[in-house]
């Protein structure tokens, strides 16, 4: 299971932690990845990172913007959001893959229930 927390609202340039933790797998063996959508709008990834030393991923509208990165021991995953624009207001869910990320939705095996995220000034 993965429980999504930490959205909220907060005005443009502002910041958020997301925290999703893990529970009933091995998070050391899975890639964790962090997709967003707005209704009416596909589901788009934001960031991902896989098993092992692998650099992160980063969706193009959100590099430099945030980071991504994971404790095993904790079994949670963080995404650290700062400068957010309104753009950036959506659901955001974690989701869990074996080992390698990927930017399709459709490849990831567990999800988490969405923390809402609204920028607004």
């Known amino acids: 299971q993965l429980q999504a927390s930490g959205g909220g609202s907060v005005q443009p340039s502002g910041s958020l932690r997301l925290s999703c933790a893990t529970s009933?797998?091995?998070?050391?063996?899975?890639?964790i990845g962090w997709f967003r959508q707005v209704p009416g709008k596909k589901r788009e990834v934001v960031a991902c990172?896989?098993?092992?030393?692998?650099?992160?991923y980063y969706a193009g509208s959100v590099k430099g913007r945030v980071t991504i990165a994971r404790v095993n021991a904790n079994n949670t995953v963080y995404l650290e959001m700062n400068s957010l624009k309104l753009e950036d207001t959506a659901v955001y869910y974690c989701?869990?893959?074996?080992?390698?990320?990927?930017?399709?939705?459709?490849?990831?095996?567990?999800w988490g229930q969405g923390t809402l995220v609204t920028v607004s000034s």
């Open positions: 990172i896989a098993t092992g030393n692998r650099d992160p």
């Open positions: 009933g797998f091995t998070l050391a063996d899975y890639a």
């Open positions: 989701a869990a893959v074996p080992r390698y990320c990927s930017v399709y939705h459709q490849q990831f095996q567990y």
